[in-house]
């Protein structure tokens, strides 16, 4: 997988359009009815994994510290259904906290992950904060991972 780490303004048309659809895919219709551009990927980086013919496979963005948390925050993970299994959502986290400690050495990243995936997270040195809470109708937990 290729990856490409560019900040809002920097996507251009055909990166923008790619991740998108993917999230709208993945959100949108495999999640249910979710409002899903919220104001915050323009103060963001946006990671986006590209297979050998050039198709969006797996995104993440990372929204800048002081804007959602005080922490750079890791959201909107999402890998095609297509590589789900493949181990493309690791490599995509490995990829995205590795450039959050790049870009922001001595801070921690702090995620709103759906409950079910607290394992997941937990492989990459994220820990529950506090408790449980909805968000668009799925259980959903803060995790932080310490500086």
Known sequence: MNFTWLRFPDLGVDNLYDALALRCR??????????????????????????????????????????????????????????????????????????CVDAWPGLGIRISAQAQLERFYGDFGFARVGEPYLEDGIPHLEMLRPA
């Open 26 to 99: 993945v959100f949108v219709l495999e999640q249910g009815p979710y409002l899903d551009p919220d104001s915050l990927d323009q103060q963001a980086w946006h990671l986006l994994g590209r297979d050998a013919g050039g198709a969006l496979q797996a995104y993440l963005r990372v929204v800048d510290p002081g804007v959602k948390y005080a922490e750079p925050s890791i959201g909107r993970v999402i890998t095609a259904p297509q590589v789900r299994g493949s181990g493309a959502g690791r490599r995509l986290m490995i990829e995205g906290v590795a450039r």
